[in-house]
């Protein structure tokens, strides 16, 4: 059995939301954890198990007002449930190819949500460290996970979509 463990520094966990529907706004999550198991010592990550949690409060839009709202109880509802997390129930590899498939929870709601991209390889860095790549993508209805707050515009547009693409560009470190 390997043990992995995500490197922030070479990581960016996003989402992007469309916002009045013409245009879109990315947002992170800074402040992040995940592991992944292998069940070989090896770099055979199919089958692998994958855990991961984001802190609320690292949220960042690059807007100090939005990030607060988001934080509320309007969306995230941060001080009751500060965090999200995500537990994988299979890991595919096939010719570069990653499907990843789990429970998302945010704000005490969990549904299953598939993510798919590529595995960029794996390569041993400069310090000795074994390293692996992964480059994944998915979507979600924010409603299905009671982020419901909407507001219309006075023309009748809506101010923020229900679809939220995530964007997961990460790096683990093979640990000892």
């Not at 043990?3 to 469309?18: A, G, M, R, V």
């Not at 509802?77 to 990653?98: M, Q």
């Not at 409603?143 to 419901?148: A, P, V």
């Not at 995530?166 to 470190?173: D, G, I, K, S, T």
Request: proline residues 2%; hydrophobic residues 35%.
């Amino acid at each position: 059995m390997s043990t992995w463990k995500i490197d922030p520094s070479h990581s960016e966990i996003q989402f992007k939301i469309k916002h009045l529907m013409i245009s879109t706004v990315t947002g992170e999550f800074t402040d992040f954890d995940s592991t992944l198991e292998c069940a070989s010592e090896g770099e055979d990550f199919n089958g692998g198990k994958v855990n991961f949690t984001a802190k609320i409060d690292s949220i960042n839009t690059k807007n100090e007002q939005r990030d607060g709202h988001l934080k509320s109880a309007d969306f995230f509802d941060a001080e009751k449930y500060p965090e999200i997390s995500f537990t994988s129930s299979s890991l595919d590899l096939s010719g570069g190819e990653v499907v990843l498939q789990g429970d998302l929870t945010i704000k005490g709601t969990t549904k299953p949500i598939t993510l798919t991209g590529d595995f960029g390889g794996v390569v041993v860095d400069g310090y000795g460290q074994t390293k692996a790549g992964f480059e994944v993508a998915g979507k979600l209805n924010r409603q299905d996970y009671g982020l419901t707050w909407s507001a219309v515009t006075e023309a009748g547009g809506v101010v923020v979509s229900d679809d939220v693409k995530l964007l997961l560009n990460v790096q683990f470190v093979k640990q000892a």
